[in-house]
């Protein structure tokens, strides 16, 4: 499905989309639109509103994930990152595509107690465990009702220049939220509580965004042959292992993961900053920076790379309920839940990876960049649409890809 989607104009690509998703003309509309939101939208979510601020809605093609096909929204400015996970997962399909995993959703509420005698404090907080518990939850029907929400109290003491610290910690189910308000509303609600038990000071009352009950893993196979060969997997290999033990390279390597990952979160709106901590913090777990995929051979001598990271993402509540084109991006990925929303973003990392280390151990980035770099220049310089390709083939057979020689030619 989707062959040759980037050959195709605006309007064959939004009638493959519609029909793939069967998209109401309503929904069609939004994405015929300037972008979602009006003005009067924007100035209800922030403050100080002046306008809004649109980036360009690309599809990638080709991903089959858990066994079933997806078109994936994915929200960025840089060219070549959604051609880059298209190929990717074009090549990955021949094995079976992605299989992915996310099995909790839990998150992570913390309560920072001071001024209180800690020893004595930890074993009076877990005593009182269900009282906690059944306050945290009343401050949610809806997770109550599903059977979620507050599942657990733990208690961490932690040392700091001003002495030891008592933190409390509430491990909530958010299932299919993102899980940010309930769980601050969660830590705020019960802290007085806390405050009566331990006889200490709450000060911070907040969610971690480091989300390691909400991980996402997973893996795909990529065809030696269909790479090139033997020798590009272990340079792909290589590559990898450079950034493995190396921090300055694990960085580039993962913001080329967070490319594919950031961009897809963006497409449902998700709150990407949160995903971005969570994800630097999860490649430091050992105590150094390392690469937050992996890359191996099978026995055959296929690449075969592994994904694990936090995700913590939700398909009900949040802008992905607010904004038209992020509630229209979620229905093109016809996602059922959280947790499959988590395994289509990391899966997207993952492909995304690949390309880029499959680029770079071989003919380098700048060759499928610079061409389309080009095409960005070329319409800078004014450029007409079908002038475009025309002018940005040129400046790329001459070597000389600058906004100057674009003008020229556009003059020309
Ligand atoms: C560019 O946005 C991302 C890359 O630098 C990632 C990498 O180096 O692996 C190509």
Redesign the pocket.
């Known amino acids: 499905m989707a062959s040759k989607f980037f050959e195709k104009s605006r309007k064959e690509r939004i009638d493959e989309v519609s029909k793939f998703a069967n998209l109401t003309p309503e929904e069609r509309q939004i994405l015929e639109g300037a972008g979602g939101i009006g003005f009067d939208q924007a100035d209800k979510m922030v403050e100080n509103a002046i306008g809004t601020f649109s980036f360009p809605l690309g599809i990638a093609t080709n991903f089959v994930i858990n066994n079933k096909e997806y078109l994936v929204p994915m929200v960025i400015e840089?060219p070549?990152?959604i051609a880059a996970a298209s190929k990717a997962a074009k090549i990955a399909k021949i094995h079976g595509g992605f299989r992915m995993q996310n099995e909790e959703s839990y998150s992570i509420g913390q309560i920072q107690i001071i001024n209180v005698n800690i020893k004595e404090a930890i074993p009076k907080i877990l005593s009182h465990t269900k009282e906690i518990l059944d306050l945290a939850n009343t401050k949610s029907n809806t997770l109550s009702k599903m059977g979620k929400g507050a599942k657990q109290v733990s208690c961490k003491e932690i040392t700091t220049p001003s002495g030891p610290m008592l933190i409390v910690e509430l491990l909530i189910d958010v299932g299919d939220a993102m899980g940010a308000n309930v769980t601050n509303t969660m830590c705020e609600g019960v802290a007085p509580l806390v405050e009566q038990i331990t006889g200490g000071k709450a000060l911070l009352r907040i969610l971690s965004n480091y989300s390691t009950r909400r991980l996402v893993s997973g893996t795909a196979t990529f065809d030696k042959e269909e790479l090139g060969g033997e020798q590009t997997v272990d340079n792909i290999i290589l590559?990898y292992q450079f950034?493995d033990n190396d921090e300055y390279?694990a960085v580039?390597?993962?913001?080329?993961?967070m490319?594919g990952i950031i961009a897809a979160a963006n497409a449902t709106g998700q709150d990407t900053r949160a995903i971005e901590a969570a994800a630097h913090a999860y490649a430091a777990k050992s105590g150094k920076y390392r690469s937050l995929t992996q890359w191996n051979k099978d026995k055959d001598g296929n690449l075969v790379g592994k994904i694990e990271l936090p995700m913590s993402v939700g398909v009900v509540g949040g802008i992905i309920n607010v904004h038209p084109m992020a509630k229209v991006c979620a229905k093109i990925l016809q996602i059922k839940s959280a947790s499959e929303l988590a395994c289509v973003i990391a899966a997207v990392g993952l492909a995304?990876?690949f390309s880029?280390?499959r680029?770079?151990a071989s003919e380098g980035?700048q060759k499928g960049?610079m061409k389309l770099h080009a095409r960005n220049i070329a319409a800078a310089a004014g450029a007409t649409p079908d002038q475009i390709d025309a002018i940005a083939a040129k400046m790329v057979q001459e070597g000389k890809i600058s906004i100057n020689r674009a003008r020229e030619l556009v003059g020309s």
């Open positions: 840089e070549s990152v590559a950034a390279r580039t390597h993962n913001k080329g993961i490319n995304q990876n880029a280390i680029a770079l980035i960049h």
